[in-house]
């Protein structure tokens, strides 16, 4: 199965017989941007011409996936100035920038450390904003990944179908969330949204697809930690609950 970020416009994607993330059915629909929880969903870009999904976990603070920020000539990650985040209706620029410990950007590896906190210099994402899951998903737990992608570039589209397929080690690449979603080039950043109590968590966010098929997989929730409160929402449980950050080995 191989595996593609899903951030960038390929050559030729548009007459290829099989693009990253979706196969010969398409289960995307359109969803309400205007409405929870698909109102946290950004819409990230930089000024290399980067164009990625991401979600709001503090009215300041947009996770993302860390290849999404990654600078022209591949080698490094660009300046926070540099990264425009889109949500309901406002810009915000980016202050700050926070990537995954060890991420490379020439290789876009570990796939575990793929995910980057955008701090922004407005907080857009007031009344928007999502939590992260603080445990590990169950396999086959539902899902929904809503992002803004290439193909519809004006609509976010969501499949909210999907589930949770394997959470496990692969390899050097670290933990990830396996997952059936469908989500082409655009639906990098994106977040696997599963369903608790009183609303949504953050089960991952989506760092690569598989070619020709309805597959990804996601930097889980849990790994990422949390920035500095007040920004982001309390963390939940699948029940819920508040839930305490995982123990540190």
């Known amino acids: 199965m191989p595996l593609l970020a899903a951030a960038l416009i390929l050559p030729g994607l548009a007459a290829a017989t099989e693009v990253p993330g979706l196969g010969p059915v398409d289960p995307r629909r359109p969803v309400p941007f205007a409405e929870p929880p698909w109102n946290a969903i950004a819409l990230v870009e930089t000024r290399p011409g980067g164009r990625c999904s991401g979600v709001a976990i503090g009215p300041r603070v947009v996770l993302t996936a860390a290849h999404c920020l990654v600078t022209s000539d591949g080698r490094g990650i660009v300046p926070p100035g540099d990264v425009a985040v889109r949500l309901g209706g406002a810009v915000a620029r980016g202050t700050a920038l926070a990537v995954g410990p060890g991420f490379d950007p020439a290789r876009e590896e570990p796939w575990r450390a793929d995910w980057a906190l955008v701090t922004l210099a407005a907080p857009i994402g007031q009344g928007r904003t999502l939590p992260l899951l603080r445990e590990a998903p169950s396999n086959g737990a539902p899902l929904s990944l809503p992002a803004w992608q290439h193909d519809r570039p004006d609509v976010l589209l969501a499949d909210r179908g999907c589930r949770v397929v394997m959470v496990g080690t692969f390899g050097a690449q670290g933990i990830l969330v396996g997952h059936n979603c469908a989500g ?66």
């Open 184 to 249: 082409t080039v655009g639906s990098s950043g994106a977040p696997l949204l599963l369903p608790v109590a009183g609303g949504y968590a953050i089960a991952g966010v989506q760092v690569k697809a598989a070619l020709g098929q309805p597959l990804g997989l996601a930097v889980p929730g849990f790994t990422i930690p949390l920035p500095a409160a007040p920004e982001a929402p309390a963390p939940a449980s699948r029940e819920g609950r508040a839930a305490p950050p995982p123990s540190r080995r």
